[in-house]
């Protein structure tokens, strides 16, 4: 069933609590600079998350872990030039939140501070509690991460889905629920079963935002480079392809460097 869309100028932290209350879902993506940035807002996305799949998408790494946080500062003020309406969240990385509440306060100021970003985004439950705490009575708001956590991941030792186990699962309930107390805004739940995404959603009066975790949850966010194809390696159950950009942008380049050999390009009317 389709709820009526209503028109935000600026998104907010307040606008998701809002769009959960009336069934609004909300859409998320990723976007890293300015130009992509630029896109996605325009075309009426709802939170733009500056993600550590920075990491992967934009340097090559094969996992998120090696991203800085000067360079999740560099990401998200490119971003932020970039956008009028969209709520933007950044990932803090891993390294910058997870031993000291005192040294994820400083990132996360760092971020607010020198990108002009509008929240954070925190990997974790109960583990990283005081951390929450300490950013959130600074004023800063809060996204949660739960389910498979890719700062984690050589403590899961692998991408597949989380949350399977009766006891995984009433973990992670017990940490949304936690998450909501302390003041989060809203919930990422990455790659765990839909049923129990669903009764996440159900149990908490803040947003749900899923990626891979079905569709009873209150928004979802994809990478954009995925979603429009730049990538075409990475091919999760999850993830639709809006587009086949890495097809079609080989084919042009192919088409420039053609041009170019054979002196087609630039022809008569594309000189002074």
Same mark, same amino acid.
């Given at each position: 069933?389709?709820?009526?869309?209503?028109?935000?100028?600026?998104?907010?932290?307040?606008? !998701?609590?809002?769009?959960?209350?009336?069934?609004?879902?909300?859409?998320?993506?990723?976007?890293?600079?300015?130009?992509?940035?630029?896109?996605?807002?325009?075309?009426?996305?709802?939170?733009?998350?500056?993600?550590?799949?920075?990491?992967?998408?934009?340097?090559?790494?094969?996992?998120? $872990?090696?991203?800085? !946080?000067?360079?999740?500062?560099?990401?998200?003020?490119?971003?932020?030039?970039?956008?009028?309406?969209?709520?933007?969240?950044?990932?803090?990385?891993?390294?910058?939140?997870?031993?000291?509440? *005192?040294?994820?306060?400083?990132?996360?100021?760092?971020?607010?501070?020198?990108?002009?970003?509008?929240?954070? *985004?925190?990997?974790?439950?109960?583990?990283?509690?005081?951390?929450? *705490?300490?950013? !959130?009575?600074? %004023?800063?708001?809060?996204?949660?991460?739960?389910?498979?956590?890719?700062?984690?991941?050589?403590?899961?030792?692998?991408?597949?889905?989380?949350? *399977?186990?009766?006891?995984?699962?009433?973990?992670?309930?017990?940490?949304?629920?936690?998450?909501?107390?302390? %003041?989060?805004?809203?919930?990422?739940?990455?790659?765990?079963?839909?049923?129990?995404?669903?009764?996440?959603?159900?149990?908490?009066?803040?947003?749900?935002? %899923?990626?891979?975790?079905?569709?009873?949850?209150?928004?979802?966010?994809?990478?954009?480079?995925?979603?429009? %194809?730049?990538?075409?390696?990475?091919?999760?159950?999850? !993830?639709?392809?809006? $587009?086949?950009?890495?097809?079609?942008?080989?084919?042009?380049?192919?088409?420039?460097?053609?041009?170019?050999?054979?002196?087609?390009?630039?022809?008569?009317?594309?000189?002074?």
């Amino acid at each position: 069933m389709s709820t009526a869309k209503k028109e935000y100028k600026r998104v907010t932290v307040k606008s !998701l609590v809002d769009m959960k209350a009336t069934g609004e879902k909300i859409s998320m993506l990723t976007a890293y600079d300015y130009t992509m940035a630029k896109i996605v807002d325009s075309a009426g996305v709802d939170v733009i998350l500056v993600g550590d799949s920075a990491s992967n998408v934009m340097a090559g790494h094969e996992t998120t $872990l090696p991203i800085t !946080l000067d360079q999740m500062i560099y990401h998200a003020s490119s971003v932020v030039r970039a956008i009028y309406r969209a709520l933007i969240v950044v990932d803090l990385p891993f390294g910058s939140y997870q031993s000291d509440p *005192k040294e994820a306060l400083r990132s996360a100021i760092r971020i607010m501070k020198e990108s002009g970003a509008h929240s954070v *985004k925190l990997e974790g439950g109960k583990e990283i509690k005081e951390s929450i *705490k300490r950013i !959130l009575n600074a %004023g800063i708001p809060v996204m949660g991460h739960l389910g498979l956590t890719p700062q984690s991941i050589y403590k899961f030792g692998t991408y597949t889905v989380r949350a *399977k186990e009766e006891q995984e699962a009433e973990q992670l309930l017990e940490d949304a629920k936690m998450l909501e107390k302390l %003041g989060c805004f809203a919930i990422v739940l990455e790659k765990i079963p839909a049923k129990l995404a669903q009764q996440v959603a159900e149990s908490v009066s803040i947003p749900i935002i %899923g990626i891979g975790a079905g569709s009873g949850v209150d928004g979802q966010v994809l990478v954009l480079h995925d979603m429009i %194809g730049m990538t075409h390696e990475f091919n999760p159950r999850f !993830l639709r392809r809006y $587009l086949n950009l890495y097809e079609e942008m080989s084919t042009a380049i192919s088409q420039y460097v053609d041009d170019v050999k054979t002196q087609d390009f630039p022809n008569e009317s594309e000189q002074y």
